[in-house]
């Protein structure tokens, strides 16, 4: 039998193309795995107060795959969290959750927070209204979100339906006294 | 308990410390056994099949081995339990280390599949690089390797350093924790010198190898990305 004389690359050509398929599935189909490991070092950095470099994972987590609602959710909060103080903070945490929300449109969580940014530090009723709407419209078993739709209802100067709003939250939580007492404070008086 | 939440798992592991020590114990044993099952911990395995497989011609050997291998694990670990804050500087250099695992895998699997030939033999150390004393380094290096989904175990046990002041606690927990991260490895490393001798499975040596060296590139992948 003669030797083989052809070149080492041109030789092992079937195991570049495996490695190529190897690569390049592998990667389209573990992304979301990808993501959720830097969104987790990202929390480990949180935990140990490392907030600058927690910031750099779950932004990375948001790079790898932006349909991983983790990495928006733990970016949006930490902006968030000085959000009251410092306006451009403010604005990124609401522009995170807004992205998070368009990247992830089955996430409630995403349309919950930007809702309580808009309501707590901006005073944005009507867009805080709009998305605890889009909020509960995704997960309807999130009693918090009907309690800030609630709220925000209430200080557009719509009591009637902000009560409606609080009932739906009984219904999930019949304990929830928030709810309760703002029923009984906000009920129009026959 | 929502698993995925790391402050979930954290406190709950933090109740148990308070409340039920042996609990606590058996969680940070089961959460190393199931890390190191994890994907992250495959180079780590394929480092003990390695050397095993080179150095010890019988099961017993090799379980002296990976059992060295352990104790370098549990060396670092339990350090880390021990001081306070040790983890947070850990932590700072896991990206340097991620990157250069990402390396070592990369060259590794490539030369597994028979794509590259690596030009340079390893130096050989007298001591260093054979027997138990050798076995013991390899894992004492490997352990600087935190895997992501170690993580949350590392916390909780650093929490009860750093937060309840209980040195002694900290570096029991992170023992176990190293402990239950043998146990995989302790299996892998002593049959290595079974499937390396025996001759129904060298028959597959080869396309065994080639799959490990695609899981090895995947992984160095993997490494690079969330370095």
């Given at each position: 039998?003669?030797?083989?004389?052809?070149?080492?690359?041109?030789?092992?050509?079937?195991?570049?193309?495996?490695?190529?398929?190897?690569?390049?599935?592998?990667?389209?189909?573990?992304?979301?795995?990808?993501?959720?490991?830097?969104?987790?070092?990202?929390?480990?950095?949180?935990?140990?107060?490392?907030?600058?470099?927690?910031?750099?994972?779950?932004?990375?987590?948001?790079?790898?795959?932006?349909?991983?609602?983790?990495?928006?959710?733990?970016?949006?909060?930490?902006?968030?969290?000085?959000?009251?103080?410092?306006?451009?903070?403010?604005?990124?945490?609401?522009?995170?959750?807004?992205?998070?929300?368009?990247?992830?449109?089955?996430?409630?969580?995403?349309?919950?927070?930007?809702?309580?940014?808009?309501?707590?530090?901006?005073?944005?009723?009507?867009?805080?209204?709009?998305?605890?709407?889009?909020?509960?419209?995704?997960?309807?078993?999130?009693?918090?979100?009907?309690?800030?739709?609630?709220?925000?209802?209430?200080?557009?100067?719509?009591?009637?339906?902000?009560?409606?709003?609080?009932?739906?939250?009984?219904?999930?939580?019949?304990?929830?006294?928030?709810?309760?007492?703002?029923?009984?404070?906000?009920?129009?008086?026959? | 308990?929502?698993?995925?939440?790391?402050?979930?798992?954290?406190?709950?592991?933090?109740?148990?410390v308070?409340?039920?020590?042996?609990?606590a114990?058996?969680?940070m044993?089961?959460?190393?056994?199931?890390?190191?099952?994890?994907?992250?911990?495959?180079?780590?395995?394929?480092?003990?099949?390695?050397?095993?497989?080179?150095?010890?011609?019988?099961?017993?050997?090799?379980?002296?081995?990976?059992?060295?291998?352990?104790?370098?694990?549990?060396?670092?670990y339990s350090s880390v339990g021990a001081l306070a804050?040790s983890l947070?500087?850990?932590?700072?250099?896991?990206?340097?280390?991620?990157?250069?695992?990402?390396?070592?895998?990369?060259?590794?699997?490539?030369?597994?599949?028979?794509?590259?030939?690596?030009?340079?033999?390893?130096?050989?150390?007298?001591?260093?690089?054979?027997?138990?004393?050798?076995?013991?380094?390899?894992?004492?290096?490997?352990?600087?390797?935190?895997?992501?989904?170690?993580?949350?175990?590392m916390?909780a046990a650093l929490a009860v350093t750093t937060f309840k002041g209980k040195v002694l606690l900290g570096a029991v927990l992170m023992l176990a924790f190293?402990?239950?991260?043998?146990?995989?490895?302790?299996?892998?490393?002593?049959?290595?010198?079974?499937?390396?001798?025996?001759?129904?499975?060298?028959?597959?040596?080869?396309?065994?190898?080639?799959?490990?060296?695609?899981?090895?590139?995947?992984?160095?992948?993997?490494?690079?990305?969330?370095?």
């Open positions: 039998m003669t030797e083989d004389v052809r070149p080492y690359v041109v030789r092992t050509y079937d195991r570049w193309i495996i490695l190529v398929i190897v690569l390049v599935a592998g990667y389209i189909l573990f992304r979301p795995m990808f993501a959720f490991s830097a969104y987790y070092r990202g929390l480990s950095f949180e935990r140990m107060l490392s907030l600058r470099t927690a910031m750099h994972y779950y932004q990375r987590s948001i790079d790898i795959d932006a349909n991983v609602p983790e990495g928006w959710i733990a970016l949006g909060e930490l902006y968030m969290m000085d959000g009251a103080t410092n306006p451009t903070n403010h604005q990124l945490a609401i522009s995170t959750f807004a992205n998070g929300s368009a990247a992830n449109p089955k996430n409630g969580v995403l349309p919950f927070l930007l809702c309580r940014t808009y309501y707590e530090q901006g005073r944005h009723f009507a867009p805080a209204l709009a998305a605890c709407q889009a909020s509960v419209k995704l997960d309807p078993s999130n009693k918090f979100a009907w309690d800030y739709a609630a709220w925000s209802t209430l200080q557009l100067g719509d009591a009637r339906q902000a009560i409606n709003y609080w009932q739906h939250a009984l219904l999930i939580d019949p304990n929830y006294t928030t709810a309760r007492l703002a029923i009984q404070k906000y009920r129009p008086h026959t | 308990m929502d698993y995925t939440d790391i402050y979930a798992v954290t406190d709950k592991l933090g109740d148990a308070s409340d039920q020590f042996w609990v114990v058996a969680l044993l089961l959460g190393g056994v199931l890390s190191s099952i994890s994907p992250s911990s495959v180079p780590r395995m394929v480092a003990i099949v390695n050397f095993t497989g080179r150095e010890a011609k019988t099961v017993l050997h090799a379980a002296r081995l990976s059992l060295a291998f352990i104790f370098g694990i549990c060396v670092v804050g947070g500087r850990l932590l700072s250099v896991t990206g340097f280390l991620y990157y250069f695992t990402a390396a070592l895998c990369l060259f590794m699997g490539l030369s597994m599949i028979r794509l590259v030939e690596l030009p340079w033999k390893m130096p050989d150390f007298p001591v260093i690089s054979h027997g138990a004393a050798g076995a013991f380094l390899l894992g004492f290096g490997f352990a600087f390797l935190i895997a992501p989904d170690a993580m949350p175990f916390i190293g402990i239950g991260h043998g146990v995989p490895v302790l299996f892998a490393g002593m049959l290595a010198p079974w499937y390396t001798n025996n001759l129904a499975v060298k028959k597959w040596q080869l396309a065994t190898e080639m799959s490990a060296g695609y899981v090895l590139v995947f992984l160095a992948m993997y490494f690079a990305v969330i370095a």
